[in-house]
């Protein structure tokens, strides 16, 4: 117990540090979950958002990166403070959150799997058009499986920040190339919601980087070494950094989309495939060397969101599946390389294989998109239970801006749950 009365997490912690001063390095846990969450979605919704209302939402923009850096602090908070993992404190919380968490984490892995193989598939085959697609698709999941299979978190990390380095440089460049109108920059700062695009003005600020990955932060915190409250400025700074060049990548996404797209005067798909045509626009305007790296900067994109899944949702439902089993967090089998880990390894790659060559299976797809359009919601509303009361150390627990921030932040994704369940009901009813 701890001073105040609140039970502290497991004896056993200690950074694996040999008592070092904590110190800041820019590749850490806070560029994975930053990388892993921004994928093909993202950059279409964010070129979508420049080609049809210019620089007017990009306040949004950074509203979404300020959310994502709340969310994120608070798991890796709630995990150095307590010592516990985030779904130990789910189920501090009651039965109902295993019981949510248990089925989404199944039904959200096989069906993520099939369509971030297939995203990351898209630049290659329009690369290599002598190849299918779905060969594509299959060699980038394997790709991720045995990356994530053979190495450990400083290797993993190291990949990650490679594919980072890849698709910022080629993204960043591509914005400056592009030309940005800086005085319309600047009233974009101005918040402002277009005639009929609430929603969509809230999606762009909650979508933007925002997956299951976000909860996984404080297990990379883990696996990097960092355990004990003694990192947690460490923690800050690693996380604010990361999503400061999130924003940049975000940012550039959007300069792309007014000065390319919209200049351009052509309506992109709404789906993955608007990336690929991107690319064609880019290679009629800048000519087939700056359409080409675009198309592996996207690739890069999505690959680092393939291996960043695999790695961290797979030690989620290790921790999840240990616990159900009793053997608690610390227990080999829920870490990297431990038995549970590979069984979900195995889940998001191997299955999902089947769902390339099918059509969408509508039961599968319903239950996705109800428990999908939940988990925002459900990781913004837990953390205000977690990081309040007697379940974290008082000099950790949340302040009154702080709650403030994350009850806003809840309100967001609350509302941005229900029209995304709506719309998933829809689609198949439709």
Do not use: C
């Not at 105040?4 to 997490?9: A, C, L, M, N």
């Not at 001063?21 to 964010?46: F, S, Y």
């Not at 191997?350 to 299976?361: E, I, K, Q, S, T």
């Amino acid at each position: 117990m701890s001073d105040d009365g609140v039970k502290v997490g497991h004896g056993d912690r200690v950074d694996d540090d040999s008592g070092t001063p904590a110190r800041w390095k820019i590749v850490g846990p806070g560029l994975v979950v930053a990388a892993t969450g921004v994928g093909a979605a993202d950059m279409v919704a964010t070129l979508t958002a420049g080609s049809r209302y210019g620089y007017a939402l990009l306040w949004a923009v950074i509203l979404g990166v300020i959310l994502k850096i709340i969310l994120v602090e608070g798991a890796g908070r709630y995990t150095l403070a307590t010592g516990y993992t985030i779904f130990e404190g789910w189920r501090s919380l009651g039965r109902w959150t295993t019981w949510y968490f248990g089925p989404y984490i199944i039904i959200w892995g096989f069906v993520y799997g099939a369509s971030a193989m297939s995203s990351t598939a898209l630049p290659l085959a329009a690369l290599f058009p002598g190849i299918d697609l779905k060969i594509w698709a299959i060699l980038m999941g394997l790709a991720g499986f045995v990356m994530v299979w053979l190495n450990h978190y400083a290797t993993f990390e190291k990949i990650t920040a490679t594919l980072v380095g890849l698709m910022f440089i080629t993204i960043v460049l591509l914005a400056v190339i592009a030309a940005p109108n800086f005085p319309a920059m600047v009233k974009g700062l101005v918040p402002m919601i277009p005639e009929g695009g609430l929603l969509y003005t809230l999606a762009l600020a909650g979508g933007v980087g925002g997956t299951i990955t976000l909860a996984a932060y404080g297990y990379w915190l883990r696996e990097k070494g960092w355990y004990t409250p003694k990192w947690m400025r460490v923690m800050r700074i690693d996380n604010t950094m990361a999503y400061v060049l999130t924003g940049i990548f975000v940012l550039s996404m959007l300069i792309v989309g007014v000065e390319v797209v919209q200049a351009a005067g052509v309506a992109l798909s709404a789906g993955d495939e608007g990336l690929v045509e991107l690319a064609d626009v880019l290679k009629d305007r800048y000519g087939d060397f700056i359409g080409t790296a675009f198309l592996v900067g996207f690739w890069a994109a999505a690959f680092s969101s393939i291996i960043g899944v695999w790695n961290g949702v797979s030690l989620m439902f290790a921790d999840f599946w240990g616990n159900m089993r009793g053997l608690g967090s610390d227990h080999p089998d829920t870490r990297i390389g431990g038995k549970y880990v590979k069984w979900y390894l195995i889940w998001l790659t191997f299955p999902p294989m089947v769902m390339l060559f099918l059509d969408r299976p509508i039961a599968l797809i319903l239950a996705y998109g109800v428990l999908g359009s939940l988990f925002m919601p459900f990781l913004a509303v837990t953390l205000l239970g977690l990081l309040n009361g007697r379940r974290v150390p008082k000099a950790w627990a949340n302040r009154l801006h702080t709650n403030i921030a994350l009850a806003l932040t809840a309100l967001i994704f609350i509302v941005l749950g229900v029209n995304q369940l709506w719309n998933a009901i829809s689609d198949v009813v439709g």
